[in-house]
């Protein structure tokens, strides 16, 4: 059974560029969330979409977006990049009925803004 | 406002060396609480899910408890491979943030490092 795909696996942007990070869910996982993680703020949530509706948002600016399609594929984008955005940006797919905790995480995509 | 500590930061042992990691927790109501291992490189790795205070899980050399304000993940008689960092995580059941979804507060994490 194949996992969750993240592409691309390493980026360089420069500030004020955006970008747009993809993820494949594993099959049959309607539900598809984003995190960003970095050293200092360890993962920080920042959205869920399920069945192509943003269920919840984390406290990002509105320079995050994201939008998951009909086949529950979902990608993320930052506009206006910032130094503070380098960050690894994980995604994970799950069951949502019955949800108990386990997050499917793909490798993440590593973003670097100079 | 909803908070995750894991302690400590990072911790070196010995083969065999048997230790405890800490996470502390405030939530306005605990939906569950969570383990995850991650090695370098790579996503987490779901490990337990504990509901109820006294509840305990036990994997491998892992076991997990939980109390009303704290969860701890017990390493017996560690290997190499258990080396990577641990996270704690948990899901608020009254914020309006995880309303039946899978939103998770996570800690930073506890990096283990264990020596042959």
């Known amino acids: 059974k194949a996992g969750v795909t993240q592409t691309p696996r390493y980026l360089i942007k420069t500030r004020g560029q955006q970008v747009t990070l993809s993820c494949s869910p594993i099959s049959g996982h309607r539900s598809v969330s984003w995190y960003q993680q970095t050293p200092g703020q360890g993962l920080q949530f920042l959205f869920e979409y399920f069945s192509e509706t943003q269920r919840n948002k984390g406290n990002f600016p509105g320079r995050f977006s994201g939008r998951q399609f009909s086949n529950s594929r979902s990608e993320m984008n930052v506009s206006t990049l910032e130094l503070g955005d380098s960050a690894l940006y994980l995604c994970a797919s799950s069951f949502l009925q019955g949800f108990a905790g386990e997050l499917f995480f793909g490798e993440g995509s590593r973003l670097t803004v100079l | 406002e909803d908070q995750v500590t894991q302690s400590p930061e990072a911790l070196r042992l010995q083969e065999g060396e048997s230790s405890s990691l800490n996470c502390s927790y405030t939530?306005?109501?605990?939906?569950?609480l969570f383990w995850y291992r991650q090695d370098p490189g790579k996503g987490p790795e779901f490990l337990f899910t504990l509901y109820s205070a006294g509840e305990e899980k036990e994997k491998e050399r892992l076991k997990a408890t939980l109390t009303k304000k704290e969860s701890f993940l017990h390493i017996t008689a560690p290997k190499p491979e258990d080396s990577a960092t641990y996270l704690c995580?948990?899901?608020?059941?009254?914020?309006?943030?995880?309303?039946?979804?899978?939103?998770?507060?996570f800690g930073k994490g506890t990096t283990l490092s264990v020596s042959s």
């Open positions: 995580a948990v899901q608020d059941g009254l914020s309006s943030l995880n309303q039946a979804g899978t939103a998770l507060i």
């Open positions: 939530v306005s109501g605990l939906r569950g």
